[in-house]
């Protein structure tokens, strides 16, 4: 009987061992950070908060990484706007977002295996709106490591018109970008996995509108952004709407002039020239989109001027 007892009281401990220790094994991966940027913009160039991961991921096992990295994020987020490794140029992934307790996770299957002792550069960039309708508005960043970091740096962009703007904790420093931001800076060493750190930010705007104009985002030119909701902001856009309604002007008149030049053409050829014309509007999107991404890139400070022309010149000669 008592060597009956025993056995159980051994089979239990083992049980509860398993159940302590497995969840930390799981959690527990061979990537590190060297370094790691986290960019808060709250009311950029949407009402809402736009967030970006950048830094790169070092393989600390001895045998080649083939799997997931993972990133944290707010509860809630449901898709982001690009996830890509920068090792050379951008190369957008596929990747998945699943919903946790407390937070969420994004992850992405790496394009190919980081060897053992290599590096992976990245980043990842999403959009959360965490406000309400007042003109005080306030929300809480929790960053959550999923993995340790040698060195990460936080960074908060204050939006245009904001009135006693805070942060807590005080970050370190505090510059004016080429674009007119107040941008705000704290940088941390040695944060463990699952270390988090809470960013409170605070100000009251009466604006809800982006303090860029998107137009900015895709558009040639980048040195005067605008402020959402002022008059440079109302003239900008008048402009850019009269320029697209003469050039929609512009198309049509052409289309109707080629349509009746081209009137005795066969319906055949015509379906032809229709898919070729469907096709080429979305190389056309695809390729605006890839623009959107390298422009946000140059506006964020993440890359050169000249990078920005070489990787846009690429994309235009790959069309």
Request: proline fraction near 5%.
């Amino acid at each position: 009987m008592v060597a009956r007892k025993s056995t159980w009281t051994l089979i239990v401990i083992l049980a509860l061992t398993f159940v302590l220790v497995a969840p930390s094994t799981a959690l527990a991966q061979p990537l590190k950070a060297n370094d790691l940027f986290v960019s808060i913009w709250p009311e950029y160039d949407e009402p809402g908060v736009l967030v970006i991961y950048s830094g790169e991921v070092r393989n600390t096992s001895a045998e080649p990484f083939e799997g997931r990295i993972v990133l944290n994020i707010p509860k809630g987020v449901a898709r982001a706007e690009m996830v890509c490794e920068t090792e050379q140029g951008m190369l957008c992934l596929p990747f998945e977002i699943k919903q946790m307790e407390n937070y969420a996770q994004l992850s992405w299957i790496v394009s190919k295996p980081i060897q053992s002792g290599g590096v992976l550069p990245f980043m990842a960039e999403f959009y959360y709106n965490p406000f309400g309708g007042d003109k005080n508005k306030s929300f809480t960043y929790e960053f959550i490591p999923s993995f340790d970091i040698d060195r990460i740096i936080f960074e908060v962009k204050e939006p245009f018109n904001a009135v006693d703007f805070k942060i807590e904790p005080a970050f370190d420093s505090v510059r004016e970008d080429n674009f007119g931001f107040s941008t705000y800076r704290q940088t941390l060493f040695n944060l463990a996995q699952g270390e988090s750190r809470a960013i409170f930010i605070s100000y009251t705007r009466e604006s809800n509108e982006p303090s860029i104009d998107r137009a900015l985002v895709t558009g040639p030119g980048v040195n005067q952004p605008n402020l959402g909701g002022g008059q440079q902001s109302m003239n900008s856009t008048t402009g850019i709407l009269l320029v697209a309604f003469l050039g929609l002007m512009g198309f049509f008149l052409f289309y109707a002039i080629n349509s009746a030049n081209h009137g005795n053409k066969s319906d055949a050829k015509e379906t032809g020239k229709g898919k070729k014309k469907v096709n080429s509007v979305r190389d056309s999107k695809s390729s605006e989109d890839e623009k959107k991404k390298l422009r946000r890139l140059l506006l964020g400070g993440k890359i050169s001027e000249e990078t920005y022309k070489e990787l846009v010149a690429e994309l235009e000669n790959s069309r």
